[in-house]
């Protein structure tokens, strides 16, 4: 009876018996645990207000270490606009504002469009058009976690900047005295400043 006993208390006291909760003894201890965030979000905003508010689609993938009450991780998502698309990778750090079983929390993600391409709803692009290119994107974003074990739905509301360049290139022609011989053509880079606000679900484990 008295080894029962033991065996039981120690179910309940040993981290090797028992499964720690996000909030557990070997938390508060700083035990580094892996996460992985499967995020989508609603992008509202618009470059030719004219013409009314755009809302596309963005999705991601996040995966990083959890430290107490912060996480730094990679990403690598995809983000559709009304005339490109870009396949952003980044450096994303979270910090739980309020930490109990649910949290209030704020993320950070910082990077570069891997890819980068323009999307024509027809069959024949721009005159001169060559190419597009991603520069840097920018997200903050404050969120609720309400978490289940090692599962948690976090809602999230937060702004996005993310950069694009389309480059041009026309035809130039000089007169020699006797023929027109094309030279060097004329270049020209087109910088788009992409503006959402971002309304986001994402599904994790950790």
Known sequence: MRYWVIVLLLSHTSPGLAQPGPDSLSDKAGKIRYYFALQTASLIGCNDCGKGKEITF??????????????????????????????????SAGWDIIRQKNALVMQVNYGTSLKTWRYYPYDFQEYGYKETSGGQTFNPALGYRVQS??????????????????????????????????????????????????????????
């Open 58 to 91: 963005s999705g991601a993938i996040i995966q990083g270490v959890r430290y107490k009450s912060f996480r730094l991780g990679v990403g690598l998502g995809h983000d559709s606009y009304r005339n490109w698309n870009t396949a952003p990778v980044f450096l």
């Open 149 to 206: 074990g090692k599962m948690n739905v976090t809602f999230g509301i937060g702004y996005k900047v993310q950069i694009i360049s389309d480059r041009y290139e026309f035809p130039s022609w000089y007169w020699t005295g006797t023929q027109y011989v094309e030279g060097a053509p004329n270049r020209k880079t087109v910088k788009h400043e992409l503006n959402r606000l971002v309304l986001s679900l994402a599904v994790g484990w950790n």
